[in-house]
């Protein structure tokens, strides 16, 4: 079947051309001087397990548990604020008393940053008294722990001030974080742009859930696991039931992930992120199993990951940025049931790696889209899959895709492979574009 499409204007020849002889600069409208977000490391889980490990060590050498009041709570503390004091944050231990014990808050902030714009994660560091407390909530702590030190190592110079803090006797209703935001004077509470929370994030049958309270926040998150190819859902097991509450009560935008507690998982869910049905995300919450056995791997990486994006995107721009756009307009014929081609972009002057959610917008036309399989690669050579070839009989494959990039350098020559692997339909490459 021969296709034919209304070509471009000759005016827009010539910009077609140009594409294919010059890479296009970013967009007029994409800001060179605003500062962008960085892209964030890698958390290794290794680091993450390891502090968990130290977290059963303290349980099993202070009476099976680091509970509020009890001794395995203070040494807790005194080993992420150890942790923390070497790797240059300024640490404050916070002392409170409920239930006739004395209890602790440790907050850590990393100097630098506007003072004005705080941006805060936390999660509460106590056990309950049953158990090592290690998916609730050492995985949170370590998680937010590692995410600290990680912008150690960076020497990250955030455009907003970074506070990390770990809450005493949440199992208690709240009450070390309740404390803190009753005790943070109004002025200095206006400050705070937001509290990310984080409170059981590697549950041994996980599900992925984002809290739905802000927006923005819940974007930040959703992206982020968008780009991993992993669904996640609102969270809904506990709004109020964890220490983003005392944030929320006062007016601060609050997010976080959880990866669930007793509830069981549905068989829907089990299609969507594997695990058993019927049975709890965690069934050792709140029990004396709750050790370092008592943890998906899986899943306490993904939201480790997921704690740095966060931070990183949120604490280096100074909003969402526009995003620098790179973009070839130059039409590429597709060959019916022939060989690839190819249409290529080259990125330069950026620093470090491409994001972990990097947009890949496509237009291409053409009258029997199943026949395409579209592919975008790095320019390592790596390649991500971006749309398989399948018996969709509609036509042009107009999208926007995204992808975990962030093992990538961001600069060099990016392309856009596409292949027509059915016979008798033909179309082109129109545009494509990547978006940082
Ligand atoms: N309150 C937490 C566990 C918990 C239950 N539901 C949610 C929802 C969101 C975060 C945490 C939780 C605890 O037992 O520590
Ligand atoms: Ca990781
Ligand atoms: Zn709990
Ligand atoms: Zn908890």
Redesign the pocket.
């Known amino acids: 079947m021969t296709l034919s499409f209304p070509r471009r204007t000759a005016a827009a020849a010539v910009i077609a051309l140009a594409g294919l002889l010059a890479p296009v600069a970013p967009a007029a409208n994409a800001s060179i001087s605003t500062p962008q977000a960085v892209a964030a490391p ?4 290794a680091n993450v397990k390891a502090h968990l490990t130290q977290l059963q060590s303290i349980a099993t050498a202070n009476g099976g548990n680091r509970a509020h009041g009890r001794p395995g709570y203070l040494a807790s503390v005194n080993y992420l604020k150890a942790k923390l004091d070497a790797a240059g944050f300024i640490t404050t231990v916070q002392q409170f008393t409920t239930s006739g014990a004395v209890g602790y808050n440790l907050i850590a902030d990393w100097p630098g940053g506007d003072p004005n714009q705080v941006l805060m994660a936390g999660a509460h560091l106590d056990s309950v008294t049953s158990g090592a407390g290690i998916n609730d909530n050492g995985s949170g702590s370590a998680g937010v722990l590692e995410t600290a030190l990680a912008v150690s190592r960076a020497q990250l110079q955030p455009t907003k001030h970074l506070r990390f803090a770990w809450w005493g006797a949440e199992e208690l209703g709240l009450v070390g974080s309740r404390y803190y935001v009753a005790n943070l004077p109004a002025a200095e509470r206006a400050k705070v742009s937001g509290y990310l929370n984080f409170d059981m994030i590697g549950s041994p049958n996980p599900g992925y859930f984002v809290y739905d309270d802000n927006v923005a926040l819940e974007k930040v998150f959703k992206d982020y696991f968008a780009g991993l190819g992993v669904a996640t859902e609102i969270e809904t097991e506990g709004d109020g039931r964890s220490d983003h509450a005392s944030f929320k009560n006062v007016g601060i935008a609050v997010g976080g992930l959880f990866t669930g507690a007793g509830r069981t998982k549905t068989a829907a869910q089990v299609q969507k992120w594997g695990g058993t049905a019927g049975q709890a995300f965690d069934r050792c919450y709140h029990s004396s199993c709750d050790t370092t056995a008592n943890i998906n791997d899986t899943a306490l ?1 993904r939201n ?2 997921a704690i740095a994006h966060a931070i990183w995107t949120l604490a280096t721009g100074t909003t969402t940025p526009p995003g620098d756009v790179y973009e070839n307009v130059a039409d590429v014929a597709i060959p019916d049931n022939g060989a690839a081609v190819t249409s290529t972009v080259n990125v330069s002057g950026r620093t470090g790696n491409a994001p972990a959610a990097l947009s890949v917008g496509v237009d291409i036309k053409h009258t029997w889209r199943g026949d395409l399989v579209v592919d975008l690669v790095a320019p390592d050579g790596s390649a991500y899959r971006l749309k398989n070839s399948s018996n969709d009989q509609a036509d042009n494959v107009i999208a926007t895709y995204t992808v975990n990039a962030s093992s990538e350098p961001a600069n060099g020559a990016w392309k856009l492979r596409v292949q027509d692997v059915g016979p008798q339909d033909t179309g082109f490459i129109d545009s494509w574009k990547l978006t940082f």
């Open positions: 890698d958390i290794p889980l990486d480790s990951d």
